[in-house]
């Protein structure tokens, strides 16, 4: 086993800092949605409806989240499949983030006079969001072939995440309660904190860390992005249930436990503010709580996993967020209760901690190398395709009179699913099979720069048929796998070659 250490460079490093920045526009959107929530509510007719129609007010929430989860379910494969034609890898994930940064300047505008308008550009944030995660997400499997590497490259960068996250929120709250700015307020200067802090944090990270990749497969000239994505997803989900089956079972696993956690935030501000009349200020010390867990939770559960293995922590992370969410309405169900919401949120902080950083490892080590664009997108896309689903019945209970506790005890089924998912069907020497097979294609993939320290040599790629021998290209070498596997990454005078 290898010694921890908290030295990232290169790509390693710029992946972590994203996390970082990018993180922070979640806090920004828990202010936004207090806002939102606290002015549809204001403006509600005597019946609860918002004045434009037939939807309860507190309910706006997770109809939005219903909205912006189909939308991304929609087109974030669409976007990893042109990734993965196309020599656009950086543009594209830069360029999400610059359109996001305005966006939120445009937001500090929100009032009771522009809070629709407002609505609609959170649709709109929502799907830059998601773009840059395929985008970024695409370099994760790329950092590095080793287990034990990716587990501490991701347990570093959930550490970055939920630190940018704590001390956002941190500042926010002080700057609100300096400035006694009620929630419009908090939102504007949310708004304000998040564009500056995206304006910097994603320069530095994408002018100085990040790099392009070349095209991993090539595309009919003749053919349309749009219409080639919706085929070759169509075509890369045949071939995972031919040869990759495991994939697909661990993305239906991904579609249950993401939805969970994606609507957990959604529900809960929801929850907070509509159940134990928490004010935005102590909704915010929840999930700064939250937030702070998170990050010994990384830590901690990093260690967890290399003894136990990744998987065996996987399936305890999921039966923990079931246990807990499922317990917590009857601890906390009405405004008298309000306080035990903080002794729930150190153990949610845990749990966020421990979740991601396995699941993302799991699937990294178990996908096919040459597509991982597009495999992060379905990766994305199984986290957005049923995000939609906890707050719709969320809402749907709500309109129909049904207690919000119920709310929570729905979400908390999700992690349950996902468990009996990877228990049943993945667990053992199908999940060890399928890390095997993956490692046959691992080849394939283009490797970080920072991946191997040297480069070791290169030769001359010739055609594939080997006919007149005709080269190719120059390929270097970096290195090889522990499995003995010959790690290659294209020289810029060959960008088409792959082997």
């Not at 990744?310 to 008298?336: G, Q």
Request: aromatic residues 12%; hydrophobic residues 45%; proline residues 3%.
């Amino acid at each position: 086993m290898t010694d921890f250490h908290w030295g990232l460079s290169g790509e390693k490093k710029g992946f972590a800092i994203d996390g970082g920045v990018r993180a922070t526009s979640i806090v920004a959107n828990i202010f936004m949605g207090a806002a939102l929530l606290g002015i549809a509510k204001k403006t509600a007719l005597p019946n609860g409806n918002l004045s434009w129609a037939p939807i309860k007010a507190d309910s706006l929430i997770a109809i939005m989240s219903t909205v912006g989860g189909l939308c991304g379910a929609v087109f974030m494969p669409i976007v990893g499949a042109i990734v993965d034609h196309s020599e656009k890898r950086w543009h594209i994930g830069f360029g999400s983030v610059l359109l996001l940064c305005l966006i939120n300047m445009v937001q500090v505008i929100v009032s009771e006079d522009t809070w629709v308008f407002i609505a609609v550009l959170q649709l709109f944030a929502g799907f830059c969001y998601t773009t840059h995660l395929v985008v970024v997400y695409a370099y994760l499997p790329e950092l590095s072939n080793d287990p034990e590497e990716l587990n501490r490259i991701n347990s570093i960068t959930n550490t970055f995440v939920y630190l940018g996250q704590f001390v956002f929120l941190f500042t926010a709250i002080v700057l609100s309660f300096i400035t006694g700015a009620e929630d419009v307020g908090q939102a504007r200067i949310s708004q304000v904190m998040v564009s500056v802090i995206g304006l910097i944090g994603y320069n530095y990270t994408w002018m100085t860390k990040m790099k392009n990749r070349p095209a991993l497969n090539v595309m009919d000239p003749n053919a349309s992005y749009l219409t080639f994505g919706f085929r070759k997803i169509s075509k890369t989900l045949h071939g995972l249930k031919d040869e990759f089956k495991p994939v697909l079972t661990f993305l239906v696993s991904i579609t249950c436990a993401e939805a969970a956690t994606t609507a957990f935030v959604s529900i809960a501000v929801t929850y907070t503010t509509a159940v134990l009349e928490m004010e935005v200020k102590e909704t915010g010390i929840l999930i700064a709580l939250v937030i702070f867990f998170a990050i010994p939770g990384s830590l901690i559960f990093r260690k967890v996993t290399n003894k136990i293995g990744l998987h065996e922590s996987y399936m305890l992370a999921l039966f923990y967020w079931f246990s807990v969410t499922a317990i917590s309405p009857i601890f906390m169900n009405e405004p008298s209760q309000s306080g035990n919401s903080y002794i729930f949120g150190v153990f949610w902080g845990l749990g966020f901690g421990w979740l991601f950083p396995t699941q993302r490892s799991i699937y990294c080590l178990i996908i096919p190398g040459g597509q991982e664009s597009e495999l992060m997108g379905l990766y994305v896309f199984a986290g957005q395709i049923f995000v939609w689903f906890p707050p719709a019945i969320f809402a749907i209970m709500n309109q129909a009179g049904i207690s919000m506790s119920w709310g929570l005890v729905n979400d908390s089924c999700f992690f349950l699913v996902a468990f009996l998912v990877n228990y049943f069907l993945l667990y053992g020497q199908v999940m060890r099979g399928a890390i095997e097979k993956a490692k046959e294609t691992q080849h394939k993939r283009i490797m970080s720069d920072d991946s191997h320290e040297n480069k070791i040599g290169t030769f001359v790629r010739t055609s594939s048929s080997g006919e007149d021998g005709i080269e190719m290209g120059e390929v270097e070498v970096y290195g090889v796998t522990r499995e003995g596997d010959t790690i290659l990454r294209v020289s810029e005078n060959d960008k088409e070659g792959m082997l």
